[in-house]
């Protein structure tokens, strides 16, 4: 009898661990099946360096790049609805990551990534719009500095420049970074009373942030979040890279596209498709790409101490108004391709010889 009592006893437990084992992954919970897995990566690939991509058309040519190989020991892992995979480009260990489009996607994809596994650096690439009237469809830009665009105060109607803000007494919200006024693009605004607009301004605020080297709980502020200094030296290696200015024998670019360093690039979870917009974010904030990911990227790998550089290739100017924008559907393929092409000339730069060179 006790010898039955206990086997019915284990078989009691093993279909409740059972059960709990079907139930975990539902609920979001890392299973230890996961972690097991995840341990195994790290101790037979790791450190990686992390590669972090928007979208299925940016991350699709580097599966079909001979510079990728797929890593023959460690099976894809599919975590929390991302998908890691792994593999080396030019001698180095890569874990890649698509995020979706936006900045909630491309920040808790970031912090997924970070979380499991060993990443000595990240490597974030794409396409985005373009605020630099300088620059043309297709060039490659990689930015020192990255802000997120869309936190805003929306301030009243009837309060201007002088007055406070709700709460920046209690430091949650900032004048310091400026303000876009409606009012100033009315159509045919030479009446002051006519060209008033009741949407009045929005004041741009920093990110609140709690890095690792920080105490828990007590906020700091970013706003305009630098890439790692000696990867943005590295970049300027591929300043001169050759890419392709055809798409075919007869249809090419006026010049052939470049890679650039800039200053600045912006985020925001917003499509931006407007000149008077992307003319305003240009002088006053200076951004070159325009896009809905980087900052969010660059805002986690901030306060996880990671270092973090984005290569973003431009589209048409955002909004219209180039020479080119009625063919820019033509050469989007282009530009796509160019980023990877770029990523791909980048990864084996962060051997560790070509870093402490630098
Ligand atoms: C924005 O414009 C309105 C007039 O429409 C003005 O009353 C207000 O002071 C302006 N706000 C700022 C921040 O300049
Ligand atoms: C080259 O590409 C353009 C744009 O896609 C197309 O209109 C044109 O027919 C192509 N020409 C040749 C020779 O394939
Ligand atoms: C955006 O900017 C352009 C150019 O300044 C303007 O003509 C247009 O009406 C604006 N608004 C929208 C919704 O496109």
Not at 35 to 64: C, H, I, Q, S, T
Not at 97 to 102: H, I, K, N
Not at 128 to 133: I, K, R
Request: charged share 15%; hydrophobic share 45%; aromatic share 10%.
């Amino acid at each position: 009898m006790a010898a039955a009592g206990v086997a019915i006893s284990r078989l009691a437990v093993a279909v409740l661990l059972m059960a709990a084992a079907a139930t975990t992954p539902a609920a979001g919970f890392i299973s230890t099946k996961t972690w097991r897995a995840v341990r195994r990566a790290n101790r037979v690939g790791g450190p990686f360096v992390g590669l972090v991509v928007p979208n299925a058309y940016e991350m699709d040519p580097v599966l079909k790049s001979p510079s990728f190989k797929p890593s023959a020991d460690i099976p894809i892992l599919d975590v929390q609805g991302r998908r890691f995979r792994f593999g080396t480009i030019g001698g180095q260990s890569v874990v890649m990551v698509m995020t979706g489009l936006s900045m909630l996607n491309a920040g808790l994809t970031t912090q997924l990534l970070l979380s499991l596994f060993k990443v000595k650096g990240i490597v974030h690439w794409g396409i985005a719009g373009n605020a630099n009237e300088d620059l043309q469809i297709g060039d490659v830009t990689i930015p020192e500095y990255w802000a997120h665009l869309s936190l805003w105060n929306w301030q009243r109607y009837g309060d201007g420049a002088e007055n406070e803000l709700p709460l920046e007494a209690a430091g949650d919200y900032t004048r310091e970074f400026g303000f876009l006024n409606f009012s100033d693009y009315t159509v045919g605004k030479g009446n002051p009373e006519l060209s008033a607009n009741t949407l009045n301004s929005i004041w741009y605020q920093p990110e609140e942030i709690f890095p690792i080297s920080g105490t828990p709980e007590e906020r700091q502020h970013a706003f305009w979040v630098p890439v790692n200094k000696r990867y943005y030296k590295l970049a300027g290696k591929l300043e001169g890279l050759e890419l392709p200015a055809c798409v075919n024998a007869t249809t090419c670019l006026p010049r052939a596209p470049m890679v650039t360093r800039v200053p600045r690039g912006c985020s925001a979870n917003v499509y931006t498709d407007n000149a008077s917009y992307r003319q305003f974010i240009r002088a006053h904030f200076g951004c070159t790409p325009v896009e809905m990911e980087s900052a969010a990227v660059a805002l986690v790998a901030h306060q996880l101490g990671v270092p973090f550089i984005t290569i973003r290739s431009l589209s048409d100017l955002a909004g219209g108004g180039s020479s080119l924008s009625n063919e820019a559907a033509t050469f989007l393929a282009i530009a796509a391709k160019n980023a990877v092409d770029v990523m791909l000339k980048f990864v084996p730069l962060l051997a560790a010889g070509e870093l402490a060179d630098i």
